[in-house]
């Protein structure tokens, strides 16, 4: 721990920093190699090629045959993530249609060192909105339902040699089948597109199957469990199968359990094989001391399987794995036989303009900005989140809440119900190794269900995953292992839980003149502004000040309820379907900018807790703008013993925590200054008698000059990959201080292998205009530019020093 932290909260980003003077914290380069070289699965043999590149892409408002759509004209070459249309910053008209990619897949090029040949070629896509159909050479050969979660095309039997043409159809209006509501009455935006990675494997006959497309319960793939846990010792259960299309004879399966470069327990074991038929291997291996994975200390092995076919190594994959072990007992939670409460938050995965095509960087970014905010836990809402977030969870220590689709609907269609139950098993499949899991939410948010179908369920979920500590999750109190409410519905009508509880949303609808109950989309004139959550960046300090207070009330009354983890709504801001603004309750803007409330949050973890790459010691923030309109009346927020307060360098007050706040881990600390005075505010933090931290704002004049940020959030950029970065000017005074001004029109530039993906020209908010570039092949060279009618232009170049 360090003697002294200054930090402006979040990770005394550049932008703040720009009118401090100070200097952000040190990046750990560790942690950015090990969030982006992991992908999907690592194989050796066998190992999936990248798909993302060499695509062609079309679209179409009506319904056209393949005939039509190969003789159109207006096809661009695209590479993925990829979505269909760059929306607006608000969208009021998201796009809706047919989405029609197309590519060449050449077996020249498939395998040069054995041929294609008597090998099994697959394709998997990882998210692809939301209707697929999928066609090689102009025949039919497989088709999806659901948006959210991968699925495989099988090409061996379709392939001819050399070019074959690959033609992919999306269709992501609204669909009965999937749910849920249609788009114009849904709270958030379910964009299209291949907007997720697509990845070429090559298996050899013999070859571990890949989970979800192996449709197996309780199968397919890997499957690790861990029957034993405790500081002494831990057994890992792996269960593997295998696809096997021609061996007969004995088939050797070799695990080997790795601490980055040292092996810490191995296992092998022959089995027979027959041809033709799947075989399934199950082996334990017996960890000594092992390095348990929990949200302070997120310890990752990484689990190396082969399998041999006498003495041809045939197929090999790397897993990466946390051991631990979750236990409800009381309704308390305890992980790794320590009482837990998780603090924790809901989010969307959407970014402005694209949608929710986000590079694999991205995703780690906002997991890094989530664990830096102080939170152990994410509900992830309400659908699905990308393989990249789940990764980054593992890495980061962020414990997860695993949902399928679902918001205010269900339907006795007979499709529907069948759909949401395999979305059950297919989640289930693809993210059992994570230990960030904690709990499935099978279950249709705010949406009544009937008893049946929620047995249905929850049956799947212990199907898929027997074994002990395996829970289910539900808004409805019956037949779920854990039961989740929101707060505005607990407050209607609150009965003292029977079952372990999560407060699964707070801090936004009860702070509203009315509840709009299982029906929101069809209430008006909800929001009293100086009562709401819902305040974006530019709604000025007492809004924005009211939103934390809103917050740190009803956090506070979480505790008095028996819940082992609550999640605020929301992480960041986002768009609506039914709605033409954004949904504002966000701790951080929809350009990932933090409100007040961001470091409210962040003061509650303690300074000697694992914070993840971005944030961690102790911290202080004053929750003020300090401007010539600022009210004398404010919070600080620290997880330090006191705050002083200094007003041009005098002492003014130094106080301990507000005792209204009592069940919080560390309450605010509130000032009440006699009259507003110009100049500089200072916070500064006191742990056992000593100075540990600092914040400082100051009165700014008229704005004179821009500020650059490229905001990496700690992972620097990546070339290649389709990498989304935000830029942030902000307008600084003469003497490089913030301002707080709406409405300045800021212009951007993009020179070098870069794009701007938001409009070029973009207000100000809060004193700062964001725009969103996209990085290409190379980052030298890159320069984003930004000017500003009587302000001193700005410029910021790539690679980043």
């Given at each position: ?13 550049a ?6 003077g ?29 798909l ?23 096809w ?31 077996t ?5 060192s ?10 998997d ?43 992919v ?11 849920p ?27 571990i ?10 199968s ?12 002494q ?16 004879g004995?088939?050797?399966?070799e ?47 990484d ?31 305890f ?74 609907y ?39 269900m ?6 249905r ?15 289910s999750?539900?808004w ?14 607990r ?43 819902r ?8 809004r924005?000040q ?34 033409d ?7 951080m ?30 911290m202080v923030?004053i ?10 009346s ?20 130094r106080?301990t ?38 914040h ?10 821009l500020?650059?940020?490229v905001d ?14 935000f830029v ?11 301002t707080?001004t ?9 020179s ?11 207000n ?20 984003i ?9 700005a ?7």
């Amino acid at each position: 721990m360090k003697s002294l932290a200054i930090k402006s909260g979040l990770l005394a980003s550049a932008l703040a920093l720009a009118a401090c003077g100070q200097s952000g914290p040190e990046q750990k380069p560790e942690q950015n190699r090990t969030a982006l070289t992991i992908s999907a699965a690592q194989h050796g043999i066998g190992q999936p090629t990248s798909l993302n590149m060499g695509w062609e892409f079309t679209r179409a408002d009506e319904v056209l045959t393949k005939e039509q759509v190969r003789q159109s004209a207006d096809w661009q070459k695209v590479a993925l993530p990829h979505t269909p249309r760059i929306e607006p910053r608000i969208v009021n008209d998201q796009w809706q249609g047919d989405a029609w990619y197309r590519r060449t897949i050449d077996t020249d090029a498939i395998d040069s060192s054995g041929g294609w040949a008597g090998k099994r070629v697959y394709i998997d896509f990882e998210g692809a909105m939301n209707a697929a159909e999928v066609w090689l050479n102009g025949e039919k050969i497989a088709s999806h339902l659901g948006g959210y979660l991968p699925f495989t095309v099988d090409l061996s039997d379709h392939l001819k040699p050399g070019k074959n043409q690959l033609l992919v159809r999306l269709d992501n209006r609204d669909n009965e089948t999937t749910g849920p509501k249609p788009l114009e009455k849904l709270d958030f935006n379910m964009y299209g597109g291949l907007y997720r990675n697509a990845w070429l494997r090559v298996e050899n006959p013999v070859h571990i199957s890949d989970p979800v497309h192996a449709g197996e319960v309780a199968s397919g793939g890997l499957f690790v469990r861990y029957s034993l846990v405790s500081e002494q010792s831990a057994q890992v259960q792996v269960q593997t199968h295998l696809r096997n299309g021609e061996h007969t004879g004995a088939l050797r399966i070799e695990h080997r359990l790795l601490d980055g470069d040292k092996v810490v327990a191995s296992a092998q074991q022959q089995i027979p094989s027959s041809a033709e038929a799947a075989v399934t291997d199950r082996q334990t291996l017996s960890v000594d001391a092992p390095k348990l994975w929990s949200p302070s200390s997120p310890n990752l092995y990484d689990l190396h399987t082969r399998v041999y076919a006498g003495d041809a190594l045939v197929d090999e994959e790397h897993t990466r794995i946390g051991i631990r072990e979750f236990r409800l007992e009381n309704g308390e939670l305890f992980i790794n036989g320590e009482k837990t409460f998780l603090r924790g938050v809901n989010r969307h995965q959407e970014y402005p303009y694209v949608g929710y095509a986000l590079s694999d960087a991205a995703q780690y970014r906002d997991a890094a900005l989530i664990k830096a905010a102080g939170f152990d836990y994410v509900r992830l809402s309400h659908y699905p989140h990308a393989k990249a977030f789940m990764r980054a969870a593992d890495e980061l220590g962020l414990v997860l809440l695993d949902a399928v689709l679902g918001w205010q609907y269900y339907s006795d269609n007979p499709a529907f119900q069948d759909h949401v139950v395999q979305t059950c098993r297919d989640l289930i499949r693809r993210d059992r190794n994570h230990p960030s899991v904690l709990a499935w939410e099978c279950s249709l948010n705010e949406s009544w269900m009937p008893e049946p179908f929620i047995d249905r369920l929850h049956a799947a979920v212990h199907e898929e995953f027997p074994g002990e500590n395996v829970y289910s999750g539900g808004w409805q109190s019956y037949g779920y292992d854990i039961y989740l409410q929101a707060r505005q519905h607990r407050l209607d009508h609150y009965e003292e839980p029977t079952k372990p509880y999560i407060v699964s949303e707070y801090g936004d609808w009860e702070y509203y003149a009315m509840n709009a109950g299982l029906n929101q989309d069809s209430w008006g004139d909800l929001m009293q502004a100086d009562r709401s959550s819902r305040q974006l960046l530019g709604d000025g300090e007492k809004r924005l000040q009211q939103q934390a207070l809103n917050i740190m009330e009803a956090h506070n009354d979480n505790f008095n309820t028996p819940a082992f983890a609550d999640g605020y709504w929301v992480m960041f801001d986002y768009n609506r379907g039914y709605a033409d603004d954004l949904e504002a309750s966000g701790i951080m803007s929809i350009e990932r900018r933090p409100k007040f409330s961001y470091y409210f949050y962040q003061s509650q973890r303690d300074a000697d807790d694992f914070a993840g790459p971005l944030a961690g010691g102790y911290m202080v923030h004053i929750a003020s703008h300090w401007q010539t309109d600022a009210s004398s009346s404010f919070y600080v927020f620290s997880n330090a013993d006191e705050v002083e307060i200094l007003l041009n360098g005098n002492a003014i007050a130094r106080t301990t925590p507000d005792s209204r706040f009592s069940n919080l881990r560390h309450p605010p600390f509130h000032f009440e200054l006699p009259e507003f005075v110009p100049g500089t505010l200072e916070a500064v933090a006191y742990a056992g008698g000593r100075e540990v931290a600092r914040h400082r704002l100051a009165t700014a004049g008229e704005a004179r000059q821009l500020a650059l940020n490229v905001d990496t959030a700690g992972i620097a950029p990546v070339a290649g990959g389709k990498d989304l970065l935000f830029v942030h000017a902000a307008l600084l005074d003469k003497n490089g201080n913030r301002t707080h001004t709406n409405g300045i029109p800021v212009t951007f530039s993009v020179s070098g292998d870069a794009e701007l993906v938001s409009p070029a020209a973009l207000n100000s908010e809060d004193g700062v205009a964001s725009a969103l570039i996209r990085v290409g092949e190379k980052l030298d060279g890159i320069a984003i530019t930004a000017n500003a009618p009587q302000l001193e232009a700005a410029t910021v170049k790539l690679p980043l020093k």
